[in-house]
């Protein structure tokens, strides 16, 4: 079956948003008859089987990339690394510190001492974001011997998981074109890319078809949000 697959391609069908599939590979055309929509090598569900189609599509030997494939690929929120003993961390000029808390989850200031030389009080195990100014900054996890640098993707993973014995719930409630709107989250860019496939974005909020709550809430789910209307 895979013969005919376009060279290159992850899959012989792969869902690019919700019910919308790219055709990778033409013997797969008949599968899809009566279900809905083709149009060259783009395809639109309009049926409700979508699960027993993604079944009996894989029984006949081809392969699919589904959105729920991609979330469960996602990097899982690793184990929470322990909190221990209060450090002092020297500040330069101008340079400000924030730890990832909840309520709702995010970069959450940490208050300097005053008067200089300005100081903050860290724990071993926290996660934190440095920068001066108004500057990218970097990312670091606490530890006995001092800072050690990790990705923003690392951080924001470890930080959901120091914090992952906590539900946050995100109102959720239909605008005057039945779309959800949800603000800016801070997730990894693997999150925000799958996010990416099933809302749109807009300035400082997403966009969610309410038919797409459901994805939306697995995605989200695996980092300890819930939704709620």
């Known amino acids: 079956m895979g013969s005919k697959r376009r060279p290159g391609a992850p899959a012989d069908l792969e869902e690019l948003r919700p019910g919308r599939f790219l055709i990778h590979n033409p ?20 049926s409700q089987r979508r699960e027993g189609l993604i079944a009996r599509i894989r029984a006949r030997g081809f392969s699919v990339i589904s959105l729920a494939d991609r979330m469960s ?27 990832f808390r909840g309520a709702p989850p995010g970069w959450q200031p940490v208050t300097a001492t005053d008067p200089p030389p300005h100081r903050v009080q860290l ?28 990705s923003r993707d690392e951080a924001l993973l470890q930080g959901y998981a ?31 890319i799958v996010l990416g496939r099933i809302a749109t974005h807009h300035g400082n909020h997403w966009l969610i078809a309410t038919t797409d709550l459901p994805l939306v809430a697995t995605l989200l789910g695996r980092l300890g949000y819930a939704l709620e209307a």
Not at 164 to 192: C, F, K, S
């Open 162 to 192: 120091q914090i992952a014995d906590q539900t946050y719930i995100l109102g959720i409630a239909p605008n005057d074109q039945g779309e959800i709107m949800l603000p800016d989250l801070p997730l990894p860019r693997e999150y925000e």
């Open 27 to 46: 013997a797969i055309g008949p599968a899809l008859r009566g279900e809905g929509v083709r149009e060259g090598d783009r395809f639109t569900l309009t």
């Open 123 to 150: 724990y071993e195990g926290w996660i934190i974001w440095k920068r001066k100014g108004r500057g990218p900054g970097s990312y670091y996890l606490v530890e006995q011997r001092g800072l050690r640098p990790l």
């Open 73 to 99: 690929a996602l990097p899982s929120r690793p184990a929470a690394i322990p909190i221990g003993a209060i450090h002092l961390l020297p500040l330069a000029a101008h340079e400000r510190v924030s730890v």
